[in-house]
């Protein structure tokens, strides 16, 4: 595929990240006192930990600030700015490795972010943090293992932890919460595993851990958990010492499994669920985009999917094709509707749908992009999503594409 | 032809296309006048209103608008089954997603109701078994609130297809249009931003109140955004009548 598909969307320019434009699951944009605007970007792995773009102007961007990770054997997947304070995530592709966990940076000079604070969920059944939250400049939700977490199955480490990270020199884990029957002691039975993969691969699927948690200041009682082959959870965290199931849905068996992102539309009693395509050439076909009735918390009833382009025409282009991350209505300098919903769906590139009709999902704009140069495969793949209040698109390719900035023209 | 469309900008018979409630496609019920050009009179259906400067104004006695069967009418027994009839109808007709439009639809009902009883004396009193009205019975005066309202705009907006704009929710009072945005924290969309603008800027009897989406929680109704007749709805009123009188009634009645 040479050429751009595209509809109601428009390129404003592309930057390859110096060369390293491999883009994880983080995205978070900076307005700092001067008016600057700085795109936080992480990366799918190493060496570079994170990058600070200038998208002050999004035609003319700049990279102001590249970062290293301390070794190979490690990656910073994800993270997230609220204020000038930046949270990222940090896991090992080795049990037990160091350094797993978080790390804060002041960023107020954002071209010299400052380490104040680091807390390590190090330990040896542990991974680290895959995937972190933090938009309330108070607590990080996030998914990972820890010292004194033993799963029965070596996939299913990650679990719910809750941080305060009010004081970033003493961060301390206040609360925590696990799919009931994967922790070594657990009374539950283990889950029923959907598709069983072997054991000593600790990446992929096959997996009962968390990815997403996402918590929302004006709704602080509740946490909605993308927990992989789980499927969706929403926590009762009012008590976030003690967080509590409110209710689970889950469409695997017979789906596929890698339940992503659980994104709440509260004004509108639905929720959008993402799983994750993790395989290329269309083998774990199809990954959806769910749209949940949620009006009832305790009876999720799923109405509806988003409509994929043709596994024919998209499933052997090269990578992945499917669902993934989505713009996730966060506070900030974000994009919010609970109408509009922006996707990165890999190989079928960043897609947007109207959703006014939750029973009938409308795809209303798209943009898939040529294969980047350098890429391990022969098409795009769109892996991470951000919408500014301006309607302004950031999304980024999972191997070399780097940095995509467009025009949302709906 | 879009042409012969209700334009509510029109020189000699300016009207307000008003489509409201679950409906997906606007166009055809837009359509359906370019198939039937000239003369038209205002009208309520249970899909849309066609509204003009001149109208009396839509409210809950209005007929057109909820369709009660034989059998539904035999079964009710008071003004307050019959309200309670109007309120899930009315309800009903915004979608089971849209729950701040919900939330305002039953603030503004309830409020609707209350009214009569603080102002009962004004009223007249009852029951009496020899009134024939009760001053409940003012409530289906109350004005008729149009959920989802999608405006038509006139071909200036856009000649080659109908446009719409899109109110939360739409009143049609005597010569005014008062439209309600719910403000949340929802980033405007470019172009439904652009036709609203365009409504706001060149309707001639619009009124648009924004009620901001953290003021629907307040346990009543947000009155004080809302201009008097709102609140008092009876007034100019020599009688009340419940909704879907009869046609024998209604031809008595008309002036």
């Known amino acids: 595929m040479s050429d751009t598909l595209s509809k109601n969307m428009s390129l404003l320019s592309q930057n390859t990240l110096g060369g390293f434009g491999g883009v994880g699951e983080g995205m ?20 570079k930990n994170f990058t600070g773009v200038d998208v002050t102007d999004p035609k003319n961007t700049v990279v102001v600030c590249q970062t290293e990770l301390p070794h190979q054997k490690m990656r910073s997947n994800s993270l997230e700015v609220t204020g000038d304070i930046l949270a990222v995530a940090y896991q090992v592709y080795e049990l037990g490795l160091e350094p797993a966990g978080i790390e804060l940076f ?43 977490f033993t799963p029965r199955h070596p996939r299913d480490d990650q679990i719910y932890q809750i941080i305060d990270v009010r004081n970033p020199g003493k961060m301390e884990e206040i609360g925590r919460w696990w799919y009931p029957g994967t922790r070594e002691g657990d009374d539950a039975p283990p889950p029923e595993r959907i598709i069983p993969e072997p054991m000593d691969q600790l990446r992929g699927g096959d997996a009962f851990r968390l990815h997403n948690a996402n918590v929302y200041p004006d709704h602080p009682d509740r946490a909605y958990l993308g927990y992989i082959d789980g499927g969706a959870f929403i926590l009762d965290i009012a008590d976030k010492s003690r967080p509590e199931a409110v209710s689970h849905w889950s469409p695997h068996n017979p789906y596929p499994g890698f339940t992503h992102t659980v994104m709440p539309l509260f004004d509108r009693g639905l929720l959008v669920v993402t799983d994750e395509c993790i395989k290329d050439d269309a083998e774990d076909w199809p990954k959806l985009t769910w749209v949940i009735d949620a009006r009832n918390e305790k009876n999720l009833v799923p109405i509806s999917t988003l409509p994929l382009p043709p596994v024919e025409e998209y499933g052997h282009r090269g990578g992945r094709f499917g669902s993934h991350n989505l713009h996730e209505n966060r506070p900030g300098p974000s994009f919010h509707s609970e109408e509009i919903i922006v996707g990165a769906f890999f190989n079928a590139g960043i897609r947007v749908y109207d959703l006014n009709n939750p029973y009938q999902p409308e795809l209303i704009a ?12 022969n098409a795009i793949q769109m892996n991470e999503v951000y919408v500014d209040e301006n309607g302004i698109v950031y999304a980024g390719d999972r191997w070399a594409g780097g940095l995509y900035i467009m025009e949302l023209d709906i | 032809m879009i042409q012969e469309y209700p334009d509510f900008l029109s020189q000699d018979r300016p009207q307000t296309l008003i ?4 409906v997906t496609n606007p166009e055809t019920i837009a359509n359906g006048f370019g198939q039937r050009p000239g003369e038209r009179p205002a009208e309520l259906t249970n899909r849309y209103a066609l509204v003009s400067p001149v109208s009396l104004g839509l409210r809950l006695s209005s007929p057109g608008w909820i369709d009660i069967s034989f059998q539904q009418m035999s079964q009710v027994k008071s003004t307050g089954d019959i309200f309670d009839l109007c309120r899930e109808r009315i309800i009903n007709r915004s979608s089971p997603f849209s729950k701040l439009i919900r939330l305002f639809l039953e603030r503004y009902l309830e409020f609707a109701r209350a009214q009569l009883e603080v102002h009962k004396h004004e009223l007249g009193a009852g029951p009496s078994d020899n009134e024939i009205f009760d001053y409940r019975d003012w409530v289906f005066s109350a004005w008729l609130p149009l959920p989802q309202a999608q405006i038509l705009l006139p071909p200036a907006f856009d000649a080659r297809q109908p446009s719409f704009a899109e109110l939360d929710i739409a009143f049609s009072l005597s010569a005014q249009l008062i439209g309600v945005k719910i403000d949340g924290a929802s980033t405007p969309i470019k172009s439904r931003q652009k036709k609203l603008n365009y409504l706001i800027e ?8 924004h009620v901001p989406k953290n003021r629907l929680r307040d346990e009543t109704f947000i009155q004080d955004l809302f201009p008097e007749s709102i609140a008092r709805f009876w007034q100019g009123l020599s009688l009340p009548q419940g909704p879907c009188p009869p046609e024998i009634l209604l031809n008595r009645l008309a002036p």
């Open chain 1, 28 to 47: 978070a944009l900076q307005v700092t006192g001067k008016g600057r605007r700085i795109l936080w970007i992480a990366h799918e792995g190493p060496p």
């Open chain 2, 202 to 209: 060149h309707h001639p009897h619009l009124t648009v109140v």
């Open chain 1, 366 to 377: 798209y943009f898939v992009p040529p294969a980047p140069a350098n890429s391990r495969v």
């Open chain 2, 19 to 22: 489509v409201y409630g679950i």
């Open chain 1, 106 to 148: 002041d960023v107020s000079d954002p071209a010299n972010p400052k380490s104040i604070g680091f807390h390590s969920t190090a330990g040896p059944h542990s991974r680290g943090v895959h995937c972190l939250w933090f938009v309330d400049g108070q607590y990080v939700h996030m998914a990972s293992g820890a010292p004194d």
